[in-house]
């Protein structure tokens, strides 16, 4: 029984081995991946950081753009205001707020499109920081538990092979 269970012993050295060889190779892609990722996570928060100064211009436009509108809207009220009270003289009065009339719609409906435009914006930071925090440090975590076990059974399956081969 001890010459089968030796014989036994000696078969499986060079299996645990062969083993081993390729759950160290498994490893050093993990790591290699690991070292990706941290690489691309650095990549993807600079990119989040480009679109959050972004966010923050837009919404600095839009504050201004709102301002000449809510100016344009008041000229254009004061020039009628005005026009009424000339009587025969309101022509040339009246074509100008006609004009500021049409810049005005014009300069609304481009605050219209920027105010959606930075709530679409808005939308992707919030969805970019969702994806990033998957991407977090944190999110690692579990996988360098995995390999830490790994290592550790490997270190494991290391002795077993050694005693088997003495």
């Not at 994806?131 to 830490?148: D, I, K, P, Q």
Request: hydrophobic share 40%; net charge negative; proline share 1%.
């Amino acid at each position: 029984i001890a010459q089968i269970a030796g014989a036994e012993l000696l078969n499986l050295s060079p299996m645990i081995m062969s083993q081993e060889r390729v759950l160290t190779a498994q490893l050093t892609r993990i790591e290699g991946l690991e070292d990706e990722c941290e690489a691309e996570d650095a990549k993807v928060q600079a990119s989040f950081a480009g679109i959050s100064g972004l966010m923050q211009l837009v919404g600095e436009h839009l504050v201004r753009s709102k301002a000449v509108r809510d100016r344009l809207q008041l000229l254009m009220f004061n020039s009628i205001v005005e026009a009424s009270h000339l009587g025969t003289q309101a022509d040339g009065i009246l074509e100008i707020s006609k004009s500021i009339k049409r810049i005005s719609a014009a300069w609304a409906e481009i605050t219209t499109q920027s105010e959606e435009a930075t709530r679409e914006i808005g939308t992707l930071v919030e969805q970019s920081s969702s994806t990033l925090e998957a991407f977090s440090e944190g999110s690692y975590a579990g996988l360098r538990e995995a390999r830490n076990e790994t290592e550790d059974g490997l270190a494991i399956l290391r002795e077993a092979a050694h005693v088997a081969d003495t």
